[in-house]
Every structure is written in structure tokens, then in C-alpha cells.
């Protein structure tokens, strides 16, 4: 099953893109991996989306979220002793 691709052009100014000497291939992805994270942890992406945007595995994008500290299950700590207790 094939995806469909739109592309979007970001203007950025030149200096910047020296500045930080980053590949426009390495930004791109630092740029979908910032967006797939913030728009996981914002509850508008699932983990199966946010890590294809992120071009990541789903296990390996849930083992990022752990490394930055992200929740990954929408409980609460009450909530889910809830739903745990028999």
C-alpha cells in the first residue's frame, strides 16, 4: 500500500542553515522527528503516525519517548491504577 506524499516548502534564511552546518537532508529529518514528538505528546498523532513521521519504528520511537521522558499511555497515575486494579 502505497502513501501519498505532499511536500512543503519552509523558507530559511541561508545564515541559519551555515550556522547550525546541517545537511538540508539532516534537517528534514530533526524537523519531522520535532513535529511527530510534539504533536504525540499534544494527543494529535497516534504512535504508529508519530513514528512514521519520525521515520522511526514504532518500538523505537516509544523507546525515545522514554528516553525524553514522554508519557507514551493516556492515563493519569489514578487512571491507570484503576483500570489495573482487578
Known amino acids: 500500500m502505497s502513501t501519498a506524499i505532499r511536500e512543503i516548502k519552509i523558507p530559511l534564511p541561508w545564515e541559519i542553515l551555515l550556522s547550525i ?28 503516525n ?5 521515520g522511526m519504528s514504532k518500538i523505537a520511537f516509544i523507546l ?17 491504577r484503576r483500570e489495573l486494579t482487578p
Request: glycine content about 6%.
Open 50 to 54: 508519530a513514528a512514521k513521521l519520525a
Open 21 to 48: 552546518s546541517i545537511t538540508d537532508e539532516q534537517l528534514i529529518q530533526k524537523m519531522r522527528q520535532s513535529l511527530a514528538f510534539k504533536w504525540f505528546a499534544e494527543g494529535r498523532l497516534s504512535t504508529g
Open 64 to 80: 525515545e519517548c522514554g528516553q525524553r521522558r514522554m508519557d507514551i499511555l493516556p492515563y493519569s497515575e489514578d487512571e491507570l
